[in-house]
């Protein structure tokens, strides 16, 4: 059989060498100039049309030489590796992403084998979590150089799309609030309104977070590490009084997995009719809030610890000397202002002054 591929020069132009398609016509330039190596590319070329299989075989052979494992390497061998790096909620969260249903068109294919049509199937067949993490998958499997390159393009990826949150309502507060009889619970819940910090990090505070003379509190991040706090007006300190003056506020609360928390949370809602609303949309309720009532950014930005230029100049102490969202809403309303002052400084909270 006549071969398909034949080692073409464009004559002294370049000197390099082309390798011309006898069915199209085309030519690909074979990054040489030396006519040896440009007729083993060829032939090679020409073989490869010949015996795919036993081409297959061979190539597999020569990638097993320098790493013994980079045949074998299956997409699910992938996502155990990288748990290996991950702790606390991080590894919480990735070891629920690869229970995936999705992922198992996938989990026994090698890598090697793995054509850009077998990502979009999985893409495809899950949502938008199955989308985010596959990406990092195929990263994490790249930047390890076990894929000589990325087999499905960035943008080739589906565009990433949320769900829109949205914050909870002051009605559905009291209706959640009306219907817990666990104590615990209650003031967890009203905690997450007075304060918007995250589930995790009320869950975990601790009566050493607590300023009682200074009636306010300041606590590290367990995402970030960030230092977030704030004053705590009548209604926030009510609950805190009600809670162990030492140790755990919430010691039954902190022992609950994040995920069982929501479900919890998410099953009241379910049974009271409100809808679209778990423990996250205490964050965005309060900064609905704090937006709507002129509450400064950076007064916020602080009490959620949620920017990514950290105050670290500021101590533990001046953290908490934050007024509270409660009392800045209620000062708002009776026509006053809050005015900080900075003494040394440091952020103090000043007396209530009519403008």
């Given at each position: 059989?006549?071969p398909?591929?034949r080692v073409?020069?464009r ?10 398609d ?6 690909e330039s074979?990054?040489?100039k ?6 083993r590319l060829v032939?090679h070329?020409?073989e ?8 297959h ?15 074998t390497r299956?997409?699910?061998f992938?996502m155990q590796d990288?748990l ?5 909620s991080?590894l919480?969260r990735?070891q629920r992403?690869?229970?995936d249903?999705?992922?198992?068109l996938?989990?026994?294919?090698l ?5 850009p ?10 949502g938008?979590?199955?989308?985010v993490?596959?990406?990092r ?30 914050g909870?309502?002051w009605a559905?507060?009291?209706?959640i609030l009306?219907?817990?009889?666990n104590p615990?619970r209650?003031?967890?819940y009203?905690?997450?309104?007075h ?5 995790t990090?009320?869950a975990?505070?601790d ?6 003379e ?6 590290e991040?367990c995402?970030?590490?960030?230092l977030a706090?704030m004053?705590l007006g009548?209604?926030?300190w ?12 919430f ?6 997995r ?6 919890e949370?998410k099953?009241?809602?379910?049974g009271?009719?409100?809808k679209?609303v778990w423990?996250?949309?205490y964050?965005?309720?309060w900064?609905e ?7 400064p950014?950076?007064?916020a ?5 949620q ?13 908490g000397?934050l007024p509270s ?9 009776s026509g006053?202002?809050?005015v900080i002052?900075?003494e040394s400084e440091?952020?103090?909270m000043?007396?209530?002054m009519?403008?």
């Amino acid at each position: 059989m006549k071969p398909r591929f034949r080692v073409t020069q464009r004559g002294d132009r370049d000197g390099m060498y082309y390798s011309k398609d006898a069915l199209t016509g085309e030519r690909e330039s074979l990054e040489t100039k030396d006519r040896g190596e440009a007729d083993r590319l060829v032939f090679h070329k020409n073989e490869a049309l010949k015996t795919t299989a036993i081409n297959h075989r061979i190539g597999m052979n020569y990638l097993s030489a320098s790493d013994p494992l980079y045949a074998t390497r299956t997409w699910g061998f992938v996502m155990q590796d990288i748990l290996k790096d991950k702790h606390g909620s991080t590894l919480d969260r990735y070891q629920r992403a690869i229970k995936d249903p999705a992922y198992d068109l996938i989990v026994d294919k090698l890598l090697v084998e793995t054509l850009p049509c077998h990502l979009l199937e999985v893409v495809r067949a899950g949502g938008t979590a199955t989308n985010v993490y596959l990406r990092r998958f195929q990263n994490y499997a790249f930047e390890m150089e076990w894929l000589p390159k990325r087999i499905l393009a960035k943008k080739l990826f589906p565009k990433i799309e949320h769900k829109e949150a949205r914050g909870i309502t002051w009605a559905e507060q009291c209706l959640i609030l009306g219907r817990e009889r666990n104590p615990e619970r209650r003031d967890y819940y009203e905690l997450l309104w007075h304060t918007g910090g995250s589930q995790t990090d009320i869950a975990m505070l601790d009566n050493e977070d607590i300023d009682r003379e200074n009636k306010c509190f300041s606590y590290e991040r367990c995402k970030n590490s960030q230092l977030a706090g704030m004053g705590l007006g009548p209604d926030a300190w009510a609950a805190i009084e009600r809670r162990p003056k030492t140790g755990p506020l919430f010691p039954y609360l902190r022992t609950v997995r994040e995920c069982d928390r929501s479900t919890e949370f998410k099953q009241r809602c379910a049974g009271l009719g409100i809808k679209e609303v778990w423990l996250h949309c205490y964050r965005y309720g309060w900064a609905e809030r704090a937006a709507a009532a002129g509450y400064p950014e950076r007064y916020a930005t602080r009490a959620l610890g949620q920017s990514k230029a950290v105050h670290r100049a500021y101590a533990k102490k001046a953290q908490g000397q934050l007024p509270s969202l409660e009392v800045y809403e209620a000062a708002k309303k009776s026509g006053q202002m809050l005015v900080i002052k900075h003494e040394s400084e440091v952020p103090v909270m000043a007396d209530v002054m009519v403008p």
